[in-house]
């Protein structure tokens, strides 16, 4: 294939291209049964691609799981997402030296566990979210400084980059990617799957040691009111920027441990909303919000924030990669108790890979999330028994364990077997099934499998 030399015309040809290899890139998987013959077309298409600084990214999760003991109730669900993405190299593709663009969408399909069955907070799974085909990234990054400082613009994420860690990827329950409490407190529940949004972020690297980051987005995916934010904007395209914004901002210290520099970083950080949120316990015209002569409409509270530390060590090294072995991680996050539904966040938990050279890239991991629910929402649990006289459950926290173990059976497919124990799913609120309205759901036990397949 000849070279397209007008940066306009070649961006164009790039476009068509990518969608003919998204076409024919699975012949390449069976070469063997093919013949090489069939997949040249693939193997030419993607070498032209990348010499015109082109990435491109096909992923397929899918995963069946059950609720198999209480929750609200036992069922089995299917979800499945598909996220297909590219990455343009803008110095390769027109010059323009520096400079990244990225853009990628999901199609979300099936049911939810948790909304479905368990009614927990914290989602049994990250990919849960309602059915929709909707755009998620896309922004331009530009490098300065010899790298030391990186700007993005654009609709994006929050959850890659702050409070997160490389030993929390393998897990599956929603919270051990974006931390539960920011998750839950946050306008449409922060910038993270399915939903991200128009913002900046600089990324600097003050020494080999020490990474800032600072960044702010628009404060709400969907417009404010009423109604599931996924369903406001549907599709991804408010790219809203009018909304007060939320800011958040971390440093991250790297460091080597012991004679054989196992590495290990400590992240500091906080975030700041200058929205306005609602009392969870008090009204507008001063009196309780489950008091009977209460108008009901809650007191408004100007601004919101949020501390967060996050600490992973390598703790052993495998002589299979230096980069496996096992993996240790704690997160924790603190927000005021009059106007978030979680005050205290904790979790933590160890991946270890590196463990089999007959399975070099397999790995497994045992994590727990701890979720306090604030003093507000305590406070309106108990008038809710004082003005009506019935023992109501007063909800107190919610906690899941994990444990699940990643199979690369092939280069391009894994699959995860998946165990999660809810606790206190809802903090403990009322299961809806109950007449007598004194009880809590019940405990959930959840099993599964998760499929990823990339092309």
Same mark, same amino acid.
């Given at each position: 294939?000849?070279?397209?030399?007008?940066?306009?015309?070649?961006?164009?040809?790039?476009?068509?291209?990518?969608?003919?290899?998204?076409?024919?890139?699975?012949?390449?998987?069976?070469?063997?049964?093919?013949?090489?013959?069939?997949?040249?077309?693939?193997?030419?298409?993607?070498?032209?691609?990348?010499?015109?600084?082109?990435?491109?990214?096909?992923?397929?999760?899918?995963?069946?799981?059950?609720?198999?003991?209480?929750?609200?109730?036992?069922?089995?669900?299917?979800?499945?997402?598909?996220?297909?993405?590219?990455?343009?190299?803008?110095?390769?593709?027109?010059?323009?030296?520096?400079?990244?663009?990225?853009?990628?969408?999901?199609?979300?399909?099936?049911?939810?566990?948790?909304?479905?069955?368990?009614?927990?907070?914290?989602?049994?799974?990250? @990919?849960?979210?309602?059915?929709?085909?909707?755009?998620?990234?896309?922004?331009?990054?530009?490098?300065?400084?010899?790298?030391?400082?990186?700007?993005?613009?654009?609709?994006?994420?929050?959850?890659?980059?702050?409070?997160?860690?490389?030993?929390?990827?393998?897990?599956?329950?929603?919270?051990?990617?974006?931390?539960?409490?920011?998750?839950?407190?946050? !306008?449409?529940?922060?910038?993270?799957?399915?939903?991200? @949004?128009?913002?900046?972020?600089?990324?600097?690297?003050?020494?080999?040691?020490?990474?800032?980051?600072?960044?702010?987005?628009?404060?709400?995916?969907?417009?404010?009111?009423?109604?599931? !934010?996924?369903?406001?904007?549907?599709?991804?395209?408010?790219?809203?920027?009018?909304?007060?914004?939320?800011?958040?901002?971390?440093?991250?210290?790297?460091?080597?441990?012991?004679?054989?520099?196992?590495?290990?970083?400590?992240?500091?950080?906080?975030?700041?909303?200058?929205?306005?949120?609602?009392?969870?316990?008090?009204?507008?015209?001063?009196?309780?919000?489950?008091?009977?002569?209460?108008?009901?409409?809650?007191?408004?509270?100007?601004?919101?924030?949020?501390?967060?530390? @996050?600490?992973?060590?390598?703790?052993?090294?495998?002589?299979?990669?230096?980069?496996?072995?096992?993996?240790?991680?704690?997160?924790?996050?603190?927000?005021?108790?009059?106007?978030?539904?979680?005050?205290?966040?904790?979790?933590?938990?160890?991946?270890?890979?590196?463990?089999?050279?007959?399975?070099?890239?397999?790995?497994?991991?045992?994590?727990?999330?701890?979720?306090?629910?604030?003093?507000?929402?305590?406070?309106?649990?108990?008038?809710?028994?004082?003005?009506?006289?019935?023992?109501?459950?007063?909800?107190?926290?919610?906690?899941?364990?994990?444990?699940?173990?990643?199979?690369?059976?092939?280069?391009?497919?894994? @699959?995860?077997?998946?165990?999660?124990?809810?606790?206190?799913?809802?903090?403990?609120?009322?299961?809806?099934?109950?007449?007598?309205?004194?009880?809590?759901?019940?405990?959930?036990?959840?099993?599964?499998?998760?499929?990823?397949?990339?092309?």
């Amino acid at each position: 294939m000849s070279r397209v030399q007008s940066p306009a015309l070649r961006l164009a040809a790039t476009w068509g291209a990518l969608l003919l290899a998204f076409v024919v890139a699975p012949t390449s998987l069976h070469a063997e049964d093919r013949g090489a013959a069939n997949a040249a077309p693939a193997k030419d298409i993607r070498q032209t691609l990348a010499e015109w600084g082109i990435q491109f990214n096909l992923t397929y999760i899918g995963e069946v799981l059950g609720n198999v003991s209480r929750g609200v109730r036992t069922g089995t669900i299917y979800t499945g997402r598909v996220d297909l993405g590219t990455t343009v190299d803008l110095g390769k593709l027109a010059g323009w030296n520096g400079a990244t663009f990225h853009a990628n969408f999901f199609q979300i399909h099936g049911d939810g566990l948790s909304r479905s069955y368990v009614g927990n907070l914290m989602l049994v799974s990250g @990919v849960e979210a309602l059915s929709a085909t909707r755009l998620y990234e896309l922004w331009i990054e530009q490098a300065l400084f010899d790298g030391k400082l990186l700007i993005r613009v654009g609709q994006q994420p929050s959850d890659a980059e702050f409070i997160d860690s490389k030993y929390d990827d393998i897990f599956v329950n929603s919270a051990l990617g974006w931390p539960g409490i920011t998750g839950v407190v946050l !306008p449409s529940g922060g910038p993270s799957p399915p939903l991200a @949004v128009p913002g900046v972020r600089l990324k600097a690297q003050i020494s080999n040691s020490v990474t800032a980051y600072l960044a702010v987005f628009d404060g709400a995916a969907a417009p404010p009111g009423p109604g599931d !934010p996924q369903i406001k904007n549907a599709n991804g395209l408010a790219f809203r920027v009018s909304d007060p914004p939320w800011l958040i901002g971390q440093l991250r210290y790297g460091y080597g441990l012991g004679a054989d520099a196992m590495p290990g970083t400590v992240a500091l950080g906080g975030w700041y909303h200058l929205g306005d949120f609602t009392s969870l316990d008090r009204g507008a015209d001063g009196l309780a919000l489950a008091d009977p002569l209460s108008s009901g409409e809650a007191a408004r509270l100007r601004r919101n924030q949020g501390i967060f530390a @996050v600490f992973e060590q390598l703790l052993w090294r495998s002589p299979l990669a230096s980069a496996k072995g096992v993996g240790l991680f704690l997160r924790s996050s603190i927000s005021p108790s009059d106007r978030n539904l979680i005050s205290f966040y904790l979790d933590g938990g160890v991946q270890v890979s590196g463990f089999s050279a007959s399975r070099p890239d397999d790995k497994f991991g045992v994590a727990a999330t701890f979720a306090k629910i604030s003093e507000g929402a305590k406070r309106y649990d108990r008038d809710v028994q004082l003005f009506t006289g019935i023992a109501t459950p007063i909800r107190d926290f919610e906690a899941v364990i994990e444990v699940n173990y990643w199979a690369q059976l092939t280069p391009n497919f894994a @699959v995860q077997p998946v165990f999660e124990y809810v606790m206190h799913p809802g903090g403990g609120t009322l299961d809806p099934r109950d007449a007598t309205a004194t009880h809590r759901i019940r405990d959930a036990v959840v099993f599964g499998v998760r499929t990823t397949t990339t092309f």
